[in-house]
């Protein structure tokens, strides 16, 4: 039997696990306090809100069979007095019932609704339905909303101007080797009379087909076709019509010892999506192929070019390119946790004339990994020569270097009962600013203790401190300083949930300017699971 195409319909995120009863009603609150304090003139900059404040999530599931249907009902409620958290002091998080069976899945309220790449690809709310004709057929229906609240279908737009709705449809057939899907969507915005019109609106019909096949060597082919007509209205009310397509095909499998990989797509300047996702007004063709030598080592080669300007709607074209090589190597002199990866990269960005630029960017990296004991070790060293020349011929070059160390390990001690995990990183970034030549030159070193000990306690320390110098003339150098000791505990009273407490502080430095600042915090997160059942 030749290969085969997954057989399994699901719709949205739904996937009912075996091994969980079909009758339960279980509830978990997470809560969190926090305390937060902030100093100096450049406090306004703390991302931290001032003052005490609460944020509680309480999530509700049960599980009860009806009849032949498994149904599943979800919400979450939040309450939380902090604006940094949440818009609202109380609202609903998340909303969601289904019921399944062999044949039908239904659900209703939160879930994500995929058809295709270009069509659909989005958390909605609202309703979908999926009929399965047979293990591989099948006919699958929706309708919502993009809203990201609930509360913005009751009245509660906050800073929202526009309402976004959809519905659509999908009619899938598979058998042992090819899988094929029909996809039409219809969505529409909606201004909410009380906002003023800030974003242009659309409204569209969206028909797609997508496709795979797999032939009886292993090499797999798979594709998008879409068409899309949208009517755009902007800020004024000025209506105009839009018609494009987007098309890939996408490959992969072996030719001898080489894996190889290919994509080409094509997506038109006026093609607009409302659901799905594509770059508009995009050629692109790539292709890798990696061929392994032996056990150790490994090499592959890449290729990446695209352009714009595919209806001459823009006043010049620009073309990038993106060669790449590499050699890879793993168990490196008998050692079988010594790696090594060395990558070669160009980036060429070239636009013509009259608007004529070139920028070409050579990335150069290498990176070597190895375990000593319980010590593990990895170095990485990055390049990036950069290089530039304008319309008026004027060249510019500058070079940007990053040096990376990472050191970790592990220590298990008193027969197991506490396990030390110390880590290491320390950092070195050089800038080259193109217009001055000056450096910019940032170090920065991070160290983090966790100790599990026993009665399901984990200590933690960590340290940051980062320190940049900006030698461009008139530019600020700035240090952060930052450390934090946090307790977690998981006692059996709260069921597999746990408690935290942490307290940190952090100090913001800007030489030459009056905005200094400093930050203290005090937090205890809890997040306790229980069951309602009697």
Partial sequence: MGPQVEKKAVFGNFQYDDSVSHRSLDATLRSTFEDNRTSGPGRANSFLEPGSHWLHDLEFNTRNPIGDFKTEFNATLRYTDSRRYDPAFWSLQRL?????????HLTVGDYYATLSQYSLN??????????????????R?????????????????????????????????????????????????????????????YRQTLPAVDWEYRSAGGVRWSGEHAQASTRRKDVNGVAKDLSG??????????????????????????????????????????????????????????????????????DATTRTYIPEAGVTARGLFERRNMNMSVGLRQRRVETDQP?????????????????????????????????????????????????????????????????????????????????????????GA????????????????????????????????????????????????????????????????????NDDYRERYFRVMLDVPFSLEK
């Avoid at 909605?124 to 293990?135: A, D, L, M, P, T």
């Fill in 245 to 314: 397509t987007a098309h890939r095909i996408e490959g992969d499998g072996s030719f001898g010892d080489i894996r190889w990989r290919l994509r080409s797509e094509r997506v038109s300047s006026d093609f607009y999506t409302m659901g799905g996702g594509a770059v508009i007004d995009r050629l692109r063709y790539y292709l890798r192929g990696d061929y392994r030598i032996n056990k150790i080592w490994g090499v592959y080669l890449a290729n990446d070019w695209y352009r714009n300007n595919l209806d001459g709607q823009l």
């Fill in 141 to 201: 229906v929706l309708g919502g909303t993009f809203a990201p609240r609930w509360d913005y279908l009751w009245g509660k737009q906050w800073d929202e101007t526009i309402r976004r709705d959809v519905t659509g449809v999908r009619v899938q057939n598979a058998g042992q080797n090819y899988r094929v899907g029909l996809n039409l969507v219809s969505a529409s915005d909606h201004r909410y009379s009380s906002k003023p019109a800030a974003f242009d609106s």
């Fill in 446 to 513: 991070l160290v983090d203790f966790r100790l599990m000990a026993p009665h399901n306690l984990t200590y933690a320390l960590n340290f940051e401190r980062r320190y940049t110098d900006n030698r461009i003339p008139n530019q600020v150098s700035n240090e952060l300083m930052r450390y934090a000791l946090s307790v977690t505990a998981r006692p059996a009273l709260l069921n597999g949930g746990n408690v935290r407490a942490e307290i940190g502080k952090a100090h913001y430095d800007f030489t030459g300017s």
């Fill in 96 to 104: 969601q019932f289904i019921a399944a069976d062999d044949k039908n």
């Fill in 355 to 443: 608007n004529y630029n070139k920028q070409v960017s050579d990335r150069i990296y290498v990176s070597l990994a190895d375990r000593f004991g319980e010590l593990s070790i990895r170095g990485e060293v990055e390049a990036l020569l950069n290089r530039r020349k304008d319309n008026l011929k004027v060249r510019t070059e500058n070079d940007d270097y990053l040096y990376r160390i990472g050191v970790d390990s592990r220590h298990v001690f008193q027969e197991g009962r506490y396990d030390f995990r110390p880590y290491l990183t320390l950092e070195r970034q050089t800038i080259e600013d193109p217009l001055t030549g000056k450096t910019i030159l940032t170090n």
């Fill in 122 to 139: 989005q958390s909605i709310k609202g309703i979908g339905y999926q009929r399965n004709i047979n293990e591989t057929t099948y006919v």
